[in-house]
């Protein structure tokens, strides 16, 4: 792969299905269930400096990476089923402007987005069916204090424990979507959008908060 991108290479797409994993290691496990990331990134990728959008996805091992340098990165999609040590990749990116976040219940337990990013997209539904242990997992916690960012897509499903949100202002369009549990975190990400133009809330978190007065007639 370095003799692949060493020539200057500025946008990378890396993706790694699971159905390449070996039939025999897979003997055994719940019908769906993917198993644990097998597939370990050169090290280099990471330390590229004419890379300007980066996009890792499927089961990568993030076991290798130990420092990240990214200086150019303003593009940053990252879509892995398995553990992602989001403090480490996160800091070598000075200029980050847009980052989608797909994660599932084994990342680590807190998230804290870089305060450069203008746009961002997190999904945190699971990338594969969970297994009857993972169903009430819940451990991941997102912090959000980010005055540049402009644009918010949010799915906020139930493999998200806490949720803090500062500085959003600046925030100009806003895409909401809580699972019904999580419904009661939604006043105050509304109280913090308060410059907000475009704001597109799924319909089923307004059936949720929004209590009948009438009854149709029978």
């Not at 989608?100 to 450069?116: A, C, G, Q, W």
Request: proline share 7%; charged share 20%; hydrophobic share 40%.
């Amino acid at each position: 792969m370095h003799c692949v991108i060493r020539y200057h290479v500025q946008h990378l797409h890396v993706s790694l299905d699971s159905s390449n994993i070996d039939p025999d290691f897979s003997f055994g496990l719940p019908q769906g269930y993917v198993p644990s990331p097998c597939y370990s990134l050169p090290h280099g990728i990471f330390s590229y400096i004419y890379l300007v959008s980066l996009t890792l996805e499927g089961v990568i091992s993030f076991q290798n990476v130990s420092s990240v340098h990214l200086p150019a990165l303003r593009i940053l999609k990252l879509s892995i089923d398995g553990v992602v040590p989001f403090d480490r990749i996160f800091s070598g990116y000075p200029i980050l402007e847009e980052l989608t976040l797909n994660f599932n219940v084994r990342n680590e337990s807190k998230i804290i987005v870089p305060n450069s990013v203008k746009r961002l997209t997190v999904d945190s539904s699971p990338l594969f069916p969970p297994t009857v242990e993972e169903v009430e997992i819940e451990e991941v916690e997102i912090e959000i204090d980010t005055p540049a960012l402009k644009y918010l897509s949010f799915y906020f499903s139930s493999r998200v424990r806490g949720f803090t949100v500062n500085n959003l202002h600046n925030v100009v369009d806003a895409r909401l979507n809580f699972e019904n549990k999580h419904v009661y975190y939604l006043p105050r990400l509304l109280n913090t959008l308060d410059r907000v133009k475009w704001l597109r809330l799924d319909s089923s978190m307004i059936k949720t908060l929004i209590v009948p007065t009438c009854y149709p007639s029978r």
